[in-house]
């Protein structure tokens, strides 16, 4: 504005007093945008405030009328205080000064830290922060060394408001820190603890500015604590980053440091990738290739784990005479192999102790041959004393050295089905389940968790019941659509049920004893080949195994516990890709290790998959620092499994060590003298 026409405002009749007091608002906003002497000459002549104009100016020109009483808020007054290029802002700051009002001097503060006038007129004016941590911050940033070491001379205060800052806020005081020299100050930003406070909550980036600040001073000591908190890949590239430039002095100490560099870093970037869940997530088979069976061509048919998920039993055939078999999974050798039994083999059941229950495999042209089933023990092979036209299904009780098979007889033109509870020495027992429900033919059994209820399905029937028969329920099947084979599967909540070519699948929930009819969903297309349905303890889900297209694949289920529970958008929780053609798929007692029998080679292989990996895999990328003995139990089950690959063995062998080399310092065990010395202390027992 020209400073003629300002006066002319100015100047106007009392008459036009509302357009009078508009110019001078003009005037004033004029002024405060842009510092014209000029205009300052008029409106100091004048002597006025602003009076209708927005409340920051009328404020503002009181304040350059030198009005002491005026009330600016902290966000106004520092704001104008910064204005180093206005004779307002000079006015500002003095008023600033004569109120000493803590939270307008933090605000000032917080802006000094990118402005170098007001970092000036801070320290020339000993103004800083009321709260201690952020005034440590302050001054360090600020380069008042002396008053910082005054304030904080253990970085306590530093390492607090550090752990507290905004990602920029810690790059910058890390920048000071790193530009300073001052290792001290360095180890207290690295923190010396691995809890969640420490160097493990910090950044990537964070945290290899710190492991080259402490290499370029050549601190190996503080170097070598905290890459044992970094994530596992981190410290691995660490270790051999470091070459031949150090190496640690104690026994332990090496021994963790050779097992990092003893880790190839690509395979653990590409294993911890397959891990995170995306579409390429998989898991990678332990193999077992049978040895020792001796004919040129053996085929085995079905297999089945031992109670404590130690063995697996086989059966299958050599010649044309059936083999019977069990593996030990420790060697991966086949530890038993019994006679051969005079016709070959199929289904199977490990009963513990060395023992296993098989059935006559079902020959073409011999659909009504009666067929057999044998028990195989150190004590003598024998087979049981009844033969049936057709055994629909074999299933091992839970934990217990007991079976339960389902078979059918032909009577004239119906079929006559029935199941029978057998135990380990071999006595067989109809169990009366069926008593009463002539036209029910199970073709699949499944027993729950406890072992103690049992579930009977084909396309048309669901029978639930206990395992003596006292207490039978025929479930409302629901509408359902003929298939050959039915899967299911039974948690301590809920029965499940699919068709072998996929589609839907039916949930009956608690109580079993409902007449409602099942929630059935699709789940897969009509063109997937199903070969397995579990339940798994150990991932406390349902899990499906099939082939959707030309790979295989393992299904992570999200069955709701209850009916009335709201059901997910998909009952696929997790797609896991396989490898492998499978003739016969199991489960572990513990849900733990899923069996695949690749049934295309002609030698034939057992593939182990270590299921926990799924959940493990991913925690592997988080700091080592912030994972507990929780973690560290999780990894050292994994390594005491056979079904452990041979690419996730290592890896986590290098966790393991890392693991217990830390909580052996953190965790002091028996009578301890400093109390100090650990973060947890476990006394005498």
Same mark, same amino acid.
């Given at each position: 504005? %020209?400073? *003629?026409?300002?006066?002319?405002? #100015?100047?106007?009749?009392?008459?036009? =007093?509302? &357009?009078? $007091?508009? @110019? +001078?608002?003009?005037?004033?906003?004029?002024?405060?945008?842009?510092?014209?002497?000029?205009?300052?000459?008029?409106?100091?002549?004048?002597?006025?405030?602003?009076?209708?104009?927005?409340?920051?100016?009328?404020?503002?020109?009181?304040?350059?009328?030198?009005?002491?009483?005026?009330?600016?808020?902290?966000?106004?007054?520092?704001?104008?205080?910064?204005?180093?290029?206005?004779?307002?802002?000079? %006015?500002? *700051?003095?008023?600033?000064?004569? #109120?000493?009002?803590?939270?307008?001097? =933090?605000? &000032?503060? $917080?802006? @000094? +830290?990118?402005?170098?006038?007001?970092?000036?007129?801070?320290?020339?004016?000993?103004?800083?922060?009321?709260?201690?941590?952020?005034?440590?911050?302050?001054?360090?940033?600020?380069?008042?060394?002396?008053?910082?070491?005054?304030?904080?001379?253990?970085?306590?205060?530093?390492?607090?408001?550090?752990?507290?800052?905004?990602?920029?806020?810690?790059?910058?005081?890390?920048?000071?820190?790193?530009?300073?020299?001052?290792?001290?100050?360095?180890?207290?930003?690295?923190?010396?603890?691995? =809890?969640?406070?420490?160097?493990?909550? +910090?950044?990537?980036?964070?945290?290899?500015?710190?492991?080259?600040?402490?290499?370029?001073?050549?601190?190996?000591?503080?170097?070598?604590?905290?890459?044992?908190?970094?994530?596992?890949?981190?410290?691995?590239?660490?270790?051999?980053?470091?070459?031949?430039?150090?190496?640690?002095?104690?026994?332990?100490?090496?021994?963790?440091?050779?097992?990092?560099?003893?880790?190839?870093?690509?395979?653990?970037?590409?294993?911890?990738?397959?891990?995170?869940?995306?579409?390429?997530?998989?898991?990678?088979?332990?193999?077992?290739?049978?040895?020792?069976?001796?004919?040129?061509?053996?085929?085995?048919?079905?297999?089945?784990?031992?109670?404590?998920?130690?063995?697996?039993?086989?059966?299958?055939?050599?010649?044309?005479?059936?083999?019977?078999?069990?593996?030990?999974?420790?060697?991966?050798?086949?530890?038993?192999?019994?006679?051969?039994?005079?016709?070959?083999?199929?289904?199977?059941?490990?009963?513990?102790?060395?023992?296993?229950?098989?059935?006559?495999?079902?020959?073409?042209?011999?659909?009504?041959?009666?067929?057999?089933?044998?028990?195989?023990?150190?004590?003598?092979?024998?087979?049981?004393?009844?033969?049936?036209?057709?055994?629909?299904?074999?299933?091992?009780?839970?934990?217990?050295?007991?079976?339960?098979?389902?078979?059918?007889?032909?009577?004239?033109?119906?079929?006559?089905?029935?199941?029978?509870?057998?135990?380990?020495?071999?006595?067989?027992?109809?169990?009366?389940?069926?008593?009463?429900?002539?036209?029910?033919?199970?073709?699949?059994?499944?027993?729950?968790?406890?072992?103690?209820?049992?579930?009977?399905?084909?396309?048309?029937?669901?029978?639930?019941?206990?395992?003596?028969?006292?207490?039978?329920?025929?479930?409302?099947?629901?509408?359902?659509?003929?298939?050959?084979?039915?899967?299911?599967?039974?948690?301590?909540?809920?029965?499940?049920?699919?068709?072998?070519?996929?589609?839907?699948?039916?949930?009956?929930?608690?109580?079993?004893?409902?007449?409602?009819?099942?929630?059935?969903?699709?789940?897969?297309?009509?063109?997937?080949?199903?070969?397995?349905?579990?339940?798994?303890?150990?991932?406390?889900?349902?899990?499906?195994?099939?082939?959707?297209?030309?790979?295989?694949?393992?299904?992570?289920?999200?069955?709701?516990?209850?009916?009335?529970?709201?059901?997910?958008?998909?009952?696929?929780?997790?797609?896991?890709?396989?490898?492998?053609?499978?003739?016969?798929?199991?489960?572990?007692?513990?849900?733990?290790?899923?069996?695949?029998?690749?049934?295309?080679?002609?030698?034939?292989?057992?593939?182990?998959?270590?299921?926990?990996?799924?959940?493990?895999?991913?925690?592997?990328?988080?700091?080592?620092?912030?994972?507990?003995?929780?973690?560290?139990?999780?990894?050292?089950?994994?390594?005491?499994?056979?079904?452990?690959?041979?690419?996730?063995?290592?890896?986590?062998?290098?966790?393991?060590?890392?693991?217990?080399?830390?909580?052996?310092?953190?965790?002091?065990?028996?009578?301890?003298?400093?109390?100090?010395?650990?973060?947890?202390?476990?006394?005498?027992?």
């Amino acid at each position: 504005m %020209r400073t *003629r026409t300002a006066a002319r405002l #100015l100047r106007l009749p009392l008459r036009h =007093g509302p &357009l009078r $007091r508009r @110019a +001078l608002d003009t005037v004033w906003q004029a002024w405060l945008g842009a510092p014209d002497p000029a205009l300052w000459t008029l409106l100091e002549r004048r002597g006025c405030a602003a009076s209708g104009a927005e409340p920051s100016t009328h404020a503002l020109s009181r304040l350059a009328l030198g009005d002491e009483d005026v009330a600016l808020g902290p966000e106004l007054l520092v704001e104008t205080a910064t204005r180093f290029d206005h004779p307002i802002g000079e %006015r500002a *700051r003095a008023h600033l000064i004569a #109120l000493n009002d803590a939270e307008a001097v =933090g605000l &000032l503060c $917080r802006t @000094a +830290l990118t402005s170098p006038e007001a970092t000036a007129f801070c320290v020339t004016h000993h103004l800083a922060p009321a709260d201690e941590v952020e005034r440590a911050a302050f001054f360090l940033r600020t380069g008042q060394h002396e008053q910082y070491r005054a304030l904080d001379p253990d970085g306590a205060l530093l390492a607090l408001g550090y752990r507290g800052a905004s990602s920029e806020e810690r790059r910058a005081l890390l920048e000071t820190v790193t530009e300073t020299g001052d290792i001290d100050l360095l180890r207290v930003l690295a923190g010396r603890h691995s =809890g969640p406070g420490g160097f493990a909550s +910090l950044g990537e980036t964070e945290r290899r500015r710190l492991l080259e600040q402490f290499a370029a001073r050549r601190d190996w000591d503080h170097w070598w604590q905290l890459v044992q908190l970094m994530p596992l890949l981190d410290a691995v590239r660490a270790v051999q980053d470091a070459g031949a430039a150090w190496r640690p002095t104690g026994d332990d100490d090496l021994r963790v440091f050779e097992a990092l560099r003893g880790v190839e870093a690509a395979a653990l970037e590409a294993w911890t990738r397959d891990g995170l869940g995306d579409g390429s997530s998989r898991l990678v088979p332990a193999r077992i290739t049978m040895p020792g069976l001796g004919e040129p061509v053996t085929i085995v048919h079905d297999m089945d784990f031992a109670p404590d998920g130690t063995q697996l039993a086989v059966a299958g055939r050599v010649g044309d005479r059936g083999l019977a078999g069990i593996i030990d999974l420790g060697s991966g050798q086949l530890s038993r192999r019994y006679p051969d039994a005079a016709r070959p083999l199929d289904q199977v059941a490990h009963l513990g102790a060395d023992t296993i229950i098989a059935v006559d495999a079902e020959e073409p042209g011999d659909m009504h041959h009666p067929k057999r089933i044998h028990r195989f023990a150190p004590d003598g092979v024998r087979p049981l004393g009844f033969a049936a036209t057709r055994i629909k299904s074999l299933q091992r009780v839970t934990g217990e050295g007991a079976f339960l098979v389902s078979f059918g007889q032909i009577d004239g033109f119906r079929w006559q089905a029935s199941v029978s509870v057998g135990d380990r020495d071999g006595s067989l027992a109809d169990s009366g389940i069926l008593d009463g429900l002539p036209d029910v033919v199970p073709q699949t059994i499944t027993v729950g968790p406890g072992g103690h209820r049992i579930a009977m399905v084909n396309t048309d029937t669901a029978v639930v019941a206990d395992r003596e028969g006292t207490v039978v329920n025929v479930l409302d099947n629901g509408p359902r659509s003929t298939h050959p084979r039915p899967l299911a599967a039974m948690s301590d909540t809920v029965l499940v049920r699919a068709d072998d070519l996929g589609g839907s699948l039916d949930m009956w929930h608690e109580p079993l004893v409902s007449t409602r009819a099942p929630v059935s969903r699709t789940v897969w297309s009509s063109k997937t080949s199903l070969y397995g349905l579990a339940w798994s303890p150990a991932l406390n889900r349902f899990v499906a195994i099939g082939r959707p297209d030309l790979s295989l694949s393992l299904w992570i289920l999200d069955i709701p516990e209850t009916r009335d529970s709201p059901l997910p958008d998909s009952l696929v929780a997790r797609q896991v890709g396989l490898t492998g053609h499978p003739g016969s798929v199991r489960l572990s007692p513990k849900g733990d290790v899923l069996a695949s029998l690749d049934s295309v080679s002609l030698t034939p292989t057992v593939e182990l998959y270590y299921l926990p990996l799924l959940a493990l895999r991913p925690r592997v990328v988080r700091p080592m620092g912030l994972m507990s003995l929780q973690d560290l139990s999780d990894v050292t089950a994994a390594l005491e499994s056979p079904a452990l690959d041979h690419t996730s063995r290592p890896i986590l062998r290098a966790l393991h060590s890392c693991l217990e080399h830390r909580f052996r310092h953190d965790v002091g065990i028996g009578q301890t003298t400093d109390a100090g010395d650990f973060e947890i202390e476990l006394g005498e027992v």
